[in-house]
């Protein structure tokens, strides 16, 4: 095996691959990167427990192969050496089926390789049931869910994201049965009848890949893979079996009071307040709404003290004298996923869920359970 190829555009393709090189010693050959390089192209290809991901480069303006071949390099290091060199491109050679030579400018390293023998086989084969979407959309849905999943594995099942379509619905839920986030996206066209669970983790990574623009990326769903497929790059997840509870029930559809706040001066006024509270893992702090319409955002830590901010808020459907706790984490996160200007708070009583909404976020719910405090 013997190529050359441009370092700027090896080195963006093995950090894409890298978010799924294991660092469990159970399996040292998931710590390497599987290079192909075989019919005028190369792959890079690194899988571990969750994610598999596999990079295409054909691009003959920067890539010149000589002799085709396979063989896994140790991912840590031959990144880092990629990383390292100033060269504008790097020469791969492989010899005696245990090493490879790479040359860049002046440098000349051997890199002892993995074998490619107990290397697993991995499938990326496309699947009837796809959808396509935008990578706008896309990492729209990530970064308004995910955040809401269980990092508890007491029920696997809330560390994923519940995905389903039915028609020109696209619905994405995620709960840690403390909050939920819900975000629906609505098509031209119908859409095959999907209903599977991403673990959250798989898609906080994939997002992590994914450009912000217009590129479309391809979905498609197996009974037990999810696979992404995005430029050059082919991403696949494992998907969490079982059924995801039914959380339509949990959301209110009256309320007690809805208040409407400027989204900035909201998260400014719960971030002072809760700064005493982040010193403990309670995270708790108080919203009183008074008769004059103000609005009081406080907390309590014995062993610290007290904070308490004032705010005005844009509108109040009904001025109800009422106090209801809940954690902050979980009020700037959900507060956080919006990019509307304002947001609105709709309350339902001082102990029930409560759920909030943007003015240009459409159709995205987060809603937060609130806690009993003396």
Do not use: W
């Not at 890079?44 to 003959?60: F, M, P, R, V, Y």
């Amino acid at each position: 095996m013997i190529f050359t190829i441009n370092r700027d555009l090896l080195l963006q393709n093995l950090t894409s691959v890298s978010k799924a090189l294991s660092t469990k010693a159970q399996m040292p050959v998931l710590t390497g990167i599987k290079i192909d390089v075989v019919d005028n192209k190369i792959l890079l290809t690194a899988s571990n427990s969750e994610i598999s991901i596999q990079a295409c480069i054909d691009d003959k303006k920067h890539v010149k192969i000589e002799e085709e071949g396979t063989f896994i390099a140790p991912g840590k290091y031959l990144i880092e050496l990629v990383k390292k060199t100033e060269a504008k491109e790097i020469y791969f050679e492989s010899f005696e089926d245990n090493a490879i030579k790479i040359l860049a400018d002046k440098s000349n390293f051997t890199l002892n390789v993995l074998s490619k023998d107990d290397y697993p086989i991995i499938s990326f084969a496309d699947s009837p049931t796809f959808l396509t979407l935008d990578a706008i959309n896309l990492k729209q849905l990530i970064r308004k869910t995910t955040f809401a999943v269980s990092l508890s594995e007491s029920r696997v099942i809330l560390t994923g994201v519940s995905v389903t379509s039915q028609g020109n619905l696209l619905e994405v839920v995620s709960t840690d049965s403390y909050r939920l986030a819900k975000k629906q996206l609505k098509f031209n066209v119908d859409y095959p009848e999907i209903k599977v669970v991403i673990p959250g983790k798989s898609l906080d990574e994939l997002n992590k890949i994914v450009d912000e623009g217009e590129t479309l990326v391809e979905i498609h769903i197996s009974h037990t893979k999810a696979l992404f497929k995005y430029k050059n790059l082919l991403y696949q997840t494992r998907l969490i079996d079982g059924t995801f509870p039914n959380t339509n029930s949990l959301i209110p559809t009256e309320f007690l009071t809805s208040i409407k706040f400027n989204k900035n001066e909201l998260i400014s006024a719960i971030e002072r307040a809760a700064v005493f509270t982040n010193m403990d893992s309670s995270n708790i702090i108080k919203l009183t709404l008074n008769s004059d319409k103000t609005v009081e955002i406080a907390s309590t830590t014995n062993e610290i003290g007290a904070a308490q901010e004032e705010l005005n808020p844009i509108e109040c459907s009904n001025v109800v004298p009422f106090q209801i706790a809940f954690s902050s984490k979980y009020f700037l996160e959900a507060i956080k996923s919006f990019d509307s200007t304002e947001v609105t708070v709709h309350f339902t009583g001082e102990v029930r869920p409560f759920i909030i909404t943007g003015e240009y976020d459409r159709n995205l719910i987060q809603l937060i359970l609130p806690v009993r405090v003396s």
